[in-house]
């Protein structure tokens, strides 16, 4: 047997779960706040978390990078972040889709929820619902705002006002729980917002990750750079075997021979695992010519 | 029947019985039937001297209390009804009287029992008063003399302090700011000069605060006529930030808003209240006094709910002015109570408390366990006493019959004849 090579990938791919739930417990860190039924305010919630992550979640360390642009932009004064895009970026160039797959809270919900036993459908036929993602980023988040404006300029967070779930679970819910005021203030968007809630969930049991496959604006942005994201998967086409078992287990329904920086590939490194021939790696940096690597399965 | 079920059986609706009695606030059916004799008993009374009138005529007032104090509540809601005139208070008409034309008036906002309560109460009420009035006639002086400007009892105090409480005297941090044009301002006149004060928190960019902000002009000249106003915070412009300020007003010119909008220092007890809010918009509601009534409104006042929420807050606090007027009238005319006999602080105070109850409760259940006691209630047949079992009879008199063998289950080593049985208390190898 080969010695066993790119053992950085296959520890980084085998450590996914903890790197998951420490991420969220980072983005979260000031649990108190859930009993006190008020939001960190700190300076720390200038700064945007790489995932989707409610500004108004009362443990948030930062702001959810989607809502930070959408009340910019949606504000009277502005009609784009320049701040908030270019934090996006720099994370979609330094990382891609790693994010989806290492560092969002809800990502990892519903890779939890998904784990419940039962009846597992497939959405390799469903592909044609990944481009929903990117209509909800185009309109809900970066138009809307922008033009749909009450008198004074000022125009309404579409995404958060009516559509994400991470919202209603990290910030409607605890707050309303702790906060007396709040509770009074529900009506019927929170039914609505609930109610998506709980469509997203009982998805996640079915299928694997529906939210991020097919509505996350954030995933959206993210797919955009994944392929000119520093973080990559790399198939050395001199060890590939052709045996597909990659593209098989892979539940974002990625060709990985074909195309390993594919815009779903969230970086899970389940296709690492699983390689016989162990071909497959991450790989990070600039210095990716093709004289330096052997030749490359995306290459061709 | 034995002793212990008939205990058994007299215990369980004594303890239904107490607990549904002595439950604190509501249950209060039995207090106030069980005051009636002692009312009846008081009015009855004919003092003989000056000294004997005074402890009656505090004994009275103490009772009067009671009755408010029990059913605080429900009270309260009579006296935001009552008729704001006061001149029907300085007539010198029965108070009892006054509260009972003001239950009917009304009527459609309680309950048949809360009516009940309300209207038993108002006639004690009545009674009470009379034989007060005929007191002082007899005894002139005799409710002034002994408490005037004696400290409040515990059962005066704790009414208001219940009225309060209900409206949770926080009173808002007091401040001097200024308005957006410039103007000084000072949180006792703001309060003072209106019977209730709308707050709004708002920002300059917050949507739902700019959106409300019509609906705010209009209840600002709704409450103009019933001697209140809106004003409003945006915490932008705390610290007088002048470009802060020139949006601000400009979004509320925008808006045909003309209710005064004012700043403080960040630092200051308000600026730290107001840091403190993290949704916005936020309106608090506050009484002539600076006291804050009942929980914020959260959220935009557009909706149906919340502006009824918002409405009876309105009315509660011009109540709460009106009524800290209407009671100062009457307990200027009337003295202070004394502090009420000991015997009567313990019974209401386990009354009124929560846990009351439960101690009540507690005394019978350990009289039901008690009379559990194999003492007091002699083992039966297949009962079980300990670890043993008590075995079938042949009959009740316990007579040993022979086997054809020993009784394996419980030992025994006497030879019975067959198809006999006996009774032993034996300790069984495996009972299921």
């Not at chain 1, 970066?142 to 008198?151: H, S, T």
């Not at chain 2, 009892?153 to 308005?179: L, V």
């Not at chain 2, 259940?365 to 008690?370: C, E, G, K, L, S």
Request: net charge positive; charged share 20%.
């Amino acid at each position: 047997m080969d010695k066993r090579e790119n053992t950085a990938s296959h520890v980084l791919a085998r450590f996914r779960g903890f790197i998951q739930a420490a991420a969220t417990l980072i983005t979260n860190i000031h649990l108190p706040n859930f009993a006190k039924g008020g939001i960190y305010q700190g300076a720390g919630k200038t700064v945007c978390v790489p995932g989707l992550n409610c500004y108004s979640c009362p443990a948030a360390s930062g702001a959810c990078p989607i809502g930070s642009f959408q009340s910019v932009v949606g504000s009277s004064k502005f009609n784009f972040s320049y701040y908030v895009t270019g934090t996006l970026i720099l994370l979609g160039v330094l990382l891609g889709r790693f994010v989806c797959g290492f560092l969002c809270p809800f990502g990892w919900l519903q890779e939890l929820l998904h784990k419940i036993p039962g009846k597992k459908f497939s959405t390799k036929k469903l592909k044609p619902l990944t481009y929903i993602k990117y209509v909800v980023l185009l309109f809900a988040v970066v138009l809307l705002p922008v033009l749909v404006v009450n008198d004074v300029g000022m125009g309404d967070p579409f995404f958060c006002k009516y559509i994400c779930p991470q919202g209603v679970l990290e910030g409607a819910i605890p707050l309303a729980i702790a906060n007396a005021g709040i509770r009074s203030a529900l009506g019927q968007l929170f039914t609505w917002k609930l109610a998506v809630l709980i469509a997203v969930v009982v998805l996640s049991v079915l299928f694997y990750r529906p939210f991020c496959k097919w509505i996350c604006p954030l995933g959206a942005f993210y797919a955009l750079m994944n392929r000119v994201s520093l973080l990559g998967i790399r198939v050395d086409a001199c060890k590939c075997v052709s045996c597909g078992k990659c593209s098989k287990v892979c539940q974002m329904d990625v060709d990985v021979v074909r195309a390993p920086n594919h815009a779903e590939c969230i970086r899970c490194g389940k296709c690492i695992g699983v390689c016989p021939v162990d071909a497959i790696s991450y790989r990070y940096g600039l210095d990716v010519s093709a004289e330096k690597l052997p030749l490359t399965a995306d290459k061709k | 029947m034995k002793l212990s079920k008939i205990a058994a059986l007299f215990m369980v609706p004594v303890l239904a019985l107490c607990l549904v009695a002595c439950s604190a606030p509501s249950g209060n059916a039995s207090e106030s039937a069980s005051s009636d004799p002692k009312i009846a008993e008081l009015t009855a009374q004919k003092p003989a001297n000056a000294d004997e009138a005074a402890e009656l005529y505090a004994k009275l007032m103490q009772k009067e209390n009671e009755i408010f104090s029990s059913d605080n509540a429900l009270w309260e809601k009579v006296f935001n009804a009552a008729n704001k005139d006061s001149a029907m208070i300085e007539d010198g008409s029965n108070y009892g009287d006054f509260l009972l034309k003001t239950i009917d008036g009304a009527k459609d906002e309680f309950t048949a029992d809360e009516l009940k309560t309300l209207k038993a109460g108002a006639q004690q009420i009545k009674e009470i008063e009379d034989k007060l009035e005929s007191l002082e006639k007899e005894f002139p002086g005799c409710g002034s003399t002994p408490s005037s400007g004696e400290s409040v009892d515990a059962s005066t105090a704790g009414m208001t302090a219940g009225a309060n409480a209900s409206s949770e005297a926080t009173k808002f941090p007091s401040f001097t700011g200024k308005d957006l044009d410039g103007n000084d301002v000072n949180s006792d006149e703001l309060f003072s000069k209106n019977k209730v004060t709308v707050m709004n928190f708002w920002f300059t960019t917050c949507k739902p605060c700019v959106g409300e902000l019509g609906d705010l002009e209009k209840l600002n000249q709704e409450l103009a006529e019933k001697g209140g106003q809106v004003v409003g915070v945006n915490s932008f412009t705390l610290d007088g930030n002048k470009g802060e300020i020139a949006d601000a007003k400009d979004v509320l010119s925008k808006k045909g808003v003309t209710y005064k909008n004012i700043w403080f220092k960040s630092d200051s007890e308000a600026g730290k209240f107001t840091s403190n809010l993290f949704s916005f918009p936020t309106t608090y509601v506050i009484d002539q006094n600076g006291n804050i009534v009942g929980d914020p409104i959260v959220g935009a006042i557009s909706s149906a709910e919340q502006r009824a929420a918002l409405d009876k807050l309105i009315d509660q606090a011009i109540a709460n002015s009106e009524q800290q007027k209407t009671r100062k009238a009457w307990r200027g005319s009337r003295a202070a109570v004394r502090s009420s006999p000991l015997p009567f602080k313990i019974i209401s105070t386990i009354q009124r408390s929560r846990s009351g109850p439960l101690l009540l409760g507690v005394v019978p259940f350990v009289f039901w366990r008690a009379s559990l006691h194999s003492s007091l209630a002699p083992a039966k047949n297949g009962d079980r006493v300990g670890q043993t079992r008590r075995i079938r009879t042949a009959g009740e008199s316990g007579q040993v019959r022979p086997r054809g063998r020993g009784c394996r289950p419980c030992w025994s080593s006497k030879v019975f004849a067959k198809g006999t049985s006996h009774s032993r208390l034996r300790r069984w190898r495996s009972i299921t």
